[in-house]
T-cell receptor
Framework: EAGVAQSPRYKIIEKRQSVAFWCNPI?????LYWYQQILGQGPKLLIQ????????DSQLPKDRFSAERLKGVDSTLKIQPAKLEDSAVYLC?????????FGSGTQLSVL | GESVGLHLPTLSVQEGDNSIINCAYS??????FIWYKQESGKGPQFIID?????DKRQGQRVTVLLNKTVKHLSLQIAATQPGDSAVYFC????????????FGTGTRLKVLA
């Protein structure tokens, strides 16, 4: 069974630039999550989708972050404009029920 | 606010010894807990889970204990190996039926040869 795929693996941008991350969940997994993991901290939930609908985006900074999950499969997370404090690993996870399966993440550095 | 925390940020253990990693949670309504292992440059990997109607669950070399009275979770790793070196997170499902997880800060386990 293929795992959760994420791209790009690394991204370096300057502040105020835009960036987008892509996630392809495990086939058949209805729930998709985006987490932000700052160095030395645990993952923090940004947004949770159930199929193509948003279940929870209470911690998503909506003035600069946006996410979509078209057709209930792939998802993209966008930051526009980026700030220095957005430097982190962005993890995508999917689940059928219960256990989360994580991708390897995208490491973002904002200079 | 609600949080999941860990008592020790770094734990150093001799190879072959047993490891115990602790986690405190504050949401008494949480019904499901997961331990994850995260190696450098990788996403978290599932180790073991436990539901709130259980006190103990065993896997291969790992045991999770849940004490709901004091809101405490622990992960025991038997015969710790170098490959166990990683950061370990506990995750708490805070909203029954929706699988909304919050993660603790993590404990780094260092296995000494």
């Amino acid at each position: 069974e293929a795992g959760v795929a994420q791209s790009p693996r690394y991204k370096i941008i300057e502040k105020r630039q835009s960036v987008a991350f892509w996630c392809n969940p495990i086939s058949g997994h209805a729930t998709l999550y985006w987490y932000q993991q700052i160095l030395g901290q645990g993952p923090k939930l940004l947004i949770q989708f159930q199929n193509n609908g948003v279940v929870d985006d209470s911690q998503l900074p909506k003035d600069r972050f946006s996410a979509e999950r078209l057709k209930g499969v792939d998802s993209t997370l966008k930051i526009q404009p980026a700030k220095l404090e957005d430097s982190a690993v962005y993890l995508c996870a999917s689940s059928l029920v219960g256990e989360l399966f994580f991708g390897s993440g995208t490491q973002l550095s904002v200079l | 606010g609600e949080s999941v925390g860990l008592h020790l940020p770094t734990l150093s253990v001799q190879e072959g010894d047993n490891s115990i990693i602790n986690c405190a949670y504050s949401n008494s309504a949480s019904d499901y807990f997961i331990w994850y292992k995260q190696e450098s440059g990788k996403g978290p990997q599932f180790i073991i889970d436990i539901r709130s109607n259980m006190d103990k669950r065993q896997g291969q070399r790992v045991t999770v204990l849940l004490n709901k009275t004091v809101k405490h979770l622990s992960l025991q790793i038997a015969a710790t190996q170098p490959g166990d070196s990683a950061v370990y997170f506990c995750a708490e499902n805070i909203l029954s039926g929706t699988y909304k997880y919050i993660f603790g800060t993590g404990t780094r386990l260092k296995v000494l040869a």
